[in-house]
C-alpha cells in the first residue's frame, strides 16, 4: 500500500519561511503534490513534482526526491492567510492518496 | 477557475434514509474521485471513475456507490443513512494523465441522526 507523513502542526510568525516535510511509502508513483485547504473550504491545488528538484510557483516552492521517499513543501515570505492545513498526496494514473495534513498557524 | 459543483451543501437526515449527493464538472474531465473528510482529518478515497461507465472502490472502504452514465456527472448515494457516515463528502476532477491536479467541489457536509 501507500502512506504518507507529516508533522501535525507547524506554527510560524509573519513574514518567516516554513518548511513542511511529507515523507512516504509507495510502491511506485507519477508525482507528488501539495494542496492547501482552509477551514470550511475545499482543498486547492499548489504544486506539484514528477521529478527530483525544486519547483517554485511564487511564495512556494516544492522539493521532491525519490530517492530518500521524502519531500517538502515551502512557504515564504508568509502572511496571515497562509494559515491553513496542507496535504501532500501521491499520485498514481488513476488516482491521488493524501497525507493526514498539516495545520500551519501563522502569527503576528 | 474550476467548474465543479456540490449540492446540497449540508443535509441532516435521519437514520435509514437514502440520499445522493450530487456532484457535475462542466470541464469535460474523464476522472472524478470522492472524498470523504472529517473535520481537521485527512481526506480518504472512496470511489473514482476514469469514465463513463467505469466506477472502482478506493481505499476506504464504504457503504455508499457511485454511477457515471455522462462525464459531467458523478453522484454519490447512500441507501440508508446511519450516524457513523456523519462526514464532509468532497467530489472532485481532473484532466486525463497524472500531473496530479485535482478540481474539488466546495464539499457536502452530511449529518445523520
Known amino acids: 500500500g501507500q502512506s504518507l507523513e507529516q508533522p501535525s502542526e507547524v506554527t510560524a510568525v509573519e513574514g518567516a519561511i516554513v518548511q513542511i516535510n511529507c515523507t512516504y511509502q509507495t510502491s511506485g508513483f507519477y508525482g507528488l503534490s501539495w494542496y492547501q485547504q482552509h477551514d470550511g473550504g475545499a482543498p486547492t491545488f499548489l504544486s506539484y513534482n514528477a521529478l527530483d528538484g525544486l519547483e517554485e510557483t511564487g511564495r512556494f516552492s516544492s522539493f521532491l526526491s525519490r530517492s530518500d521517499s521524502y519531500g517538502y513543501l515551502l512557504l515564504q515570505e508568509l502572511q496571515m492567510k497562509d494559515s491553513a492545513s496542507y496535504f501532500c498526496?501521491?499520485?498514481?494514473?488513476?488516482?491521488?492518496?493524501f497525507g493526514a495534513g498539516t495545520r500551519l498557524a501563522v502569527h503576528p | 477557475e474550476a467548474d465543479i459543483y456540490q449540492t446540497p451543501r449540508y443535509l441532516v437526515i435521519g437514520t435509514g434514509k437514502k440520499i445522493t449527493l450530487e456532484c457535475s464538472q462542466t470541464?469535460?474531465?474523464?476522472?472524478m474521485y470522492w472524498y470523504q473528510q472529517d473535520p481537521g482529518m485527512e481526506l480518504h478515497l472512496i470511489h473514482y471513475s476514469y469514465g463513463v461507465n467505469s466506477t472502482e472502490k478506493g481505499d476506504l472502504s464504504s457503504e455508499s456507490t457511485v454511477s457515471r452514465i455522462r462525464t459531467e456527472h458523478f453522484p454519490l448515494t447512500l441507501e440508508s443513512a446511519r450516524p457513523s457516515h456523519t462526514s464532509q463528502y468532497l467530489c472532485a476532477s481532473s484532466e486525463g494523465g497524472s500531473n496530479g491536479e485535482l478540481f474539488f467541489g466546495e464539499g457536502s457536509r452530511l449529518t445523520v441522526l
Open positions: 470541464m469535460g474531465h474523464d476522472k
Open positions: 498526496a501521491l499520485g498514481g494514473y488513476n488516482k491521488l492518496i
